[in-house]
């Protein structure tokens, strides 16, 4: 079932209010792959009735009163991807297409649209229900971040939105909780996954074991204090081992509650058994038709989370660094599901998770005691105790083949290379079965820069794991008798990238893989990641000692056609 958009749908399901109204800046589409449509088949399932209004029209009250105000609470999110990325290139073009919009035109999500979508609500909602933010970007917004649109450190998204609460990271559960704590007219304090704001007198220090980041005045003025402030945030990120945290702004505080726990193996199979209708609701599709449907209509999602912590990535941020997964009897149900479409050709575009080939294994240590503090699991290499074990995929893909009526299941999103090669037992024989059946004439792996002073402000591993698997791959597709490739997901103008180092980028790309690029993609700060910090501060976060970024547009374009050119 779609969750209803109208009055008259809602009169179909015979509710007269709903109890939660969903806001988001996509068109809705309703699929796994979506956050919005999982929170709300999450909130259904829970006993609630939620609507829906994607994209509404922020000059007149014309689609956000169309359902009225909702007995519990808003939710607000700007949608599947930050509203100021959407919008602009790294360059800080304008971008004329947006995948999530009607007829793939970027005419629909305003600018900081969770902030624009609050202040829609509290125009025509005097007495307004709790406004609560979700999605990605109030998730990388919810303390001080350095934003690259307006070139400074902003406050937390909840104080500038004036909203009530935010909840992040994958928020399933929290947002359930909240739903049940004001139902109940009980404190939602305790919401794992939750920030709120607290007043000057209701004195943050008695959360006990709370830390205190700077101030955002502070960490906006002095960039050190900043830095230290981003290192506390990004280590209380681990759900098992980070305490909560408390940021003053003004004279108020940003509450930070400590992330919600990962959701076990038979939680997270409930959540992608929901009942998604895998299409875009028939009163948005009318204005057109979303581009991203094309990809993720036949997609299967089998994993979150990643803990390759590239410096660039906002993932860790969001989905956290502990990879939890889907049971094959879960993922092989969905893909059963697919078959009976009327338009499911055989094949399944991309069965992924942020790195395809972190399904199925995870650290034990890091599983029953946290992450390790200081330590990241694949950089500078591989860490022993993860043991990558790649067979649980293999055995995946193998009973996906099996099903009558699937053709082909592709792996589209990006495979770790070092960490496939780090897999004794399984590499030779995951990387044959993924050549021989699962790539689509080519196969994207992401080095991201060849020179090692780049990649190590980048956090990615050097060359000689890229030169090794291109080896293997090249062998495999040649025994396989297939015509197939490499491409590469390479990054210019990353901070301590300089024209030098593009220069000896195109010569290896050229000499040692034997590409001439065609693309290559300019690095854009997104907020609350490494990377934005060495971007705005100058300064390598983990030694502080300055760092050349290239910051002119001029220069970055540079730095880009001296790879394309
Ligand atoms: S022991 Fe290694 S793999 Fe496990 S959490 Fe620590 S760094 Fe990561």
Avoid at 36 to 64: C, E, F, N, T, W
Avoid at 215 to 239: L, Q, V
Avoid at 490 to 504: E, S, V, Y
């Amino acid at each position: 079932m779609f969750l209803p958009t109208t009055r008259q749908e809602m009169n179909n399901l015979g509710w007269e209010q709903p109890d939660i109204i969903l806001v988001t800046g996509d068109s809705y589409i309703d699929s796994p792959f979506i956050g919005v449509a999982v929170i709300g088949k999450m909130l259904i399932h829970a006993g609630y009735r939620v609507a829906i209004i994607a994209q509404p029209d922020i000059h007149s009250d014309k689609d956000i009163c169309r359902l009225g105000e909702p007995r519990l609470f808003w939710g607000v999110s700007g949608g599947s991807i930050d509203s100021m990325i959407a919008n602009y290139t790294s360059l800080k073009k304008r971008r004329r297409s947006d995948d999530y919009t009607p007829g793939g035109i970027n005419n629909r999500r305003p600018d900081r649209a969770v902030i624009v979508y609050t202040n829609l609500i509290k125009r025509y909602f005097k007495s307004a229900k709790p406004i609560v933010l979700g999605g990605i970007e109030a998730s990388l917004r919810r303390i001080a971040h350095y934003d690259f649109w307006d070139n400074k450190i902003r406050a937390s998204i909840l104080f500038d939105a004036k909203a009530d609460y935010l909840l992040y990271g994958m928020a399933e559960t929290a947002a359930v909780q909240l739903a049940e704590a004001l139902q109940n007219n009980s404190d939602v304090r305790d919401i794992r996954g939750l920030c709120y704001i607290a007043g000057e007198h209701d004195e943050p220090e008695k959360r006990a074991g709370y830390l205190e980041l700077p101030p955002y005045e502070t960490a906006a003025g002095d960039s050190r204090a900043f830095i230290d402030m981003f290192h506390t945030f990004y280590h209380n990120n681990d759900p098992l081992t980070a305490k909560g945290l408390y940021q003053k702004h003004g004279n108020r505080y940003l509450m930070h509650n400590p992330p919600a726990m990962p959701l076990t193996q038979h939680e997270i199979d409930a959540v992608y058994a929901l009942d998604f209708e895998r299409a875009q609701h028939p009163w948005y599709e009318r204005l057109g038709k979303v581009r991203a449907l094309e990809t993720i209509k036949f997609s299967i999602p089998t994993h979150r989370g990643c803990y390759g912590e590239c410096n660039f990535c906002a993932i860790t941020v969001h989905e956290g660094r502990t990879v939890q997964w889907r049971s094959a009897k879960s993922i092989v149900a969905e893909a059963k599901k697919l078959t009976a479409y009327p338009d499911f050709k055989g094949n399944i575009l991309d069965l992924s998770g942020p790195t395809a080939n972190m399904y199925g294994f995870e650290c034990e240590q890091k599983m029953q005691r946290g992450h390790c503090p200081g330590k990241r699991c694949l950089y500078p290499k591989v860490c022993p105790s993860l043991k990558p074990d790649h067979h649980h995929q293999l055995e995946l893909l193998r009973k996906l083949r099996r099903i009558t009526g699937v053709k082909k299941v592709f792996i589209a999103s990006g495979i770790r290379h070092d960490l496939l090669l780090s897999d004794r037992h399984n590499c030779e024989h995951y990387l044959r079965e993924v050549v021989e059946h699962h790539v689509s004439g080519q196969m994207k792996i992401a080095p991201e820069h060849t020179e090692e002073g780049v990649l190590r402000t980048m956090g990615k591993p050097g060359t000689a794991s890229l030169l090794q698997f291109k080896r293997l791959f090249d062998r495999m597709s040649t025994e396989a008798k297939k015509k197939q490739y490499l491409t590469y997901y390479l990054i210019a103008a990353h901070p301590g990238c300089t024209d030098a180092d593009m220069k000896k980028m195109k010569q290896f790309t050229s000499r040692k893989l034997n590409i001439n690029p065609r693309q290559i993609q300019v690095f854009l700060p997104a907020p609350s990641t490494y990377s934005a910090l060495m971007y705005y501060t100058g300064l390598d976060p983990f030694t502080k000692e300055p760092l050349f970024v290239e910051k002119d547009m001029r220069g970055k374009e540079r730095q880009k056609d001296i790879i394309i050119k």
